[in-house]
Nanobody, 126 residues
Framework: QVHLAESGGGLVQAGGSLSLSCAAS????????MGWFRQAPGKEREFVAA?????????LYSDSVEGRFTISRDSAKNTVYLKMNSREPEDMTVYSC??????????????????WGQGTLVTVSS
């Protein structure tokens, strides 16, 4: 059984940077697309970014984070990363890692992926 474990959440000042990590265990995810979603209280889950299985050759970003966030992966470490620059108050929420063997493109934007982590909270101070 695959387990996705996020880390790196915490408090960051507005405009500052923070990096999240998601390590997968139980199975190699080198052939899986991996990515990040976020969900604020009372709001729907929102797609953030995804990186493809072919050594991360392709990436997807939501309009709200493109140009500010960077997703990457290290297949040897079975880990996906999310570097968040120019943090804004609306970035303060729970970020969850996700993975899917068959899904790419629009299905990621719609959140139709098969595996999820528990989430890590990111707080932004003004």
């Amino acid at each position: 059984q695959v387990h996705l474990a996020e880390s790196g959440g915490g408090l960051v000042q507005a405009g500052g940077s923070l990096s999240l990590s998601c390590a997968a265990s139980g199975h190699s995810l080198s052939d899986y697309a991996m990515g990040w979603f976020r969900q604020a209280p009372g709001k729907e889950r929102e797609f953030v970014a995804a990186v493809s299985w072919n050594e991360g050759a392709d990436t997807l970003y939501s309009d709200s984070v493109e140009g500010r966030f960077t997703i990457s992966r290290d297949s040897a470490k079975n880990t996906v990363y999310l570097k968040m620059n120019s943090r804004e108050p609306e970035d303060m929420t729970v970020y969850s890692c996700a993975a899917d063997e068959d899904c790419w493109g629009s299905k990621w934007y719609l959140g139709r992926v098969e595996m999820w982590g528990q989430g890590t909270l990111v707080t932004v101070s003004s």
